[in-house]
C-alpha cells in the first residue's frame, strides 16, 4: 500500500510539474515571439529618419508608410527614454482586440500598445489614451512603474509621441496609482470647467508637484496599465503628460 501511493504521489507530481512547465513555456515562446515582432518593426520605422517638420495633417509622416501596409491599424509611436519602451500604437474599434493580439493581429499574451476606440487621431482631443500590459519580461507598459521612483521621473520628465500626422513632445505632470473608479479616462467633456475638475483631481492624485501647467486649452496624453496594490484586479498606474507639438 506505500508503495502504490508512493507511485500515485509521483505521477501527481509529475503532472503538476509538466502542467506548470507548460505554463512557463508557453510564457517564455510569448515573450520571444513579441520581442522578435517588436524588433523586426522598430528596425523597420527608424530605417526612414522622420521630419521633425512634417506637421501637415493631410501627410502621413516618413516612417509609417511601410508599417501600414502591415497594418492599416498603426496610428502613432511612443517613445520613453530610459526604458523599454519603443513602439508602435494601434487603434481597433474597441479597447479589446489587442489585449492579446500583436503588431500582425497574432494571438500574444503581451498584447500591443493601442490606443483608445474614442479617441481620433486626426483631430486629437483633449485627453488621449493609450494602454498596455504590465509584462513580467519589463516590456510593453511594465517599465511605466519606473516614473514611482523620484529620481527616474527627475531625470525623464518628457517622452516622445508621434501620430502619422504629428511629432510631439509629451510634458509628464502627473503619476499615481489609482482604481478604475476613478474616470481618468474620460474622453468627451461638456465644457471647458468639466475638463478643469478633471485636471485639477489628476493634480491631486498625482506622486509629485510639477512646474508643467495645464490649461483647458492644452491636450494631455494618458498611459494607463494595470496596477496591484490598492486592488487586484481594478487597481491602474497613470502616467499624464501635456502634449506640447514640435511643429
Keep these: 500500500m506505500k508503495k502504490l501511493l508512493s507511485v500515485i504521489l509521483t505521477i501527481v507530481c509529475l503532472g503538476v510539474f509538466i502542467y506548470a512547465s507548460q505554463g512557463l513555456i508557453a510564457a517564455a515562446l510569448d515573450y520571444y515571439e513579441n520581442r522578435k515582432v517588436m524588433g523586426n518593426i522598430q528596425e523597420t520605422f527608424y530605417d526612414v529618419e522622420l521630419n521633425e517638420n512634417t506637421n501637415d495633417p493631410q501627410i502621413i509622416r516618413p516612417g509609417f508608410d511601410t508599417l501600414l501596409k502591415e497594418n492599416e491599424d498603426l496610428v502613432g509611436w511612443i517613445t520613453m527614454e530610459g526604458t523599454q519602451i519603443d513602439y508602435p500604437i494601434l487603434q481597433a474599434e474597441d479597447n479589446i482586440e489587442y489585449l492579446t493580439r500583436n503588431f500582425y493581429k497574432d494571438e500574444n499574451r503581451a498584447g500591443s500598445i493601442f490606443m483608445d476606440y474614442r479617441n481620433d487621431i486626426e483631430s486629437t482631443g483633449q485627453n488621449t489614451i493609450l494602454y498596455g500590459h504590465r509584462m513580467k519580461d519589463g516590456s510593453m507598459f511594465e517599465q511605466l512603474s519606473k516614473y514611482q521612483d523620484e529620481d527616474f521621473f527627475k531625470n525623464h520628465q518628457t517622452f516622445q509621441f508621434d501620430t502619422l500626422y504629428e511629432s510631439y513632445e509629451a510634458e509628464i505632470f ?35 508637484d510639477t512646474d508643467v501647467e495645464v490649461k483647458a486649452s492644452d491636450q494631455i496624453i494618458t498611459l494607463s496599465t494595470c496596477d496591484y496594490v490598492l486592488d487586484e484586479n481594478e487597481g491602474r498606474l497613470v502616467v499624464q503628460a501635456k502634449l506640447v507639438s514640435k511643429g
Design 174 to 208: 502627473a503619476v499615481y496609482a489609482t482604481t478604475t473608479d476613478f474616470n481618468y479616462i474620460q474622453t468627451d467633456f461638456a465644457n471647458d470647467g468639466e475638463y478643469e475638475q478633471l485636471l485639477a483631481r489628476i493634480k491631486e492624485e498625482s506622486m509629485y
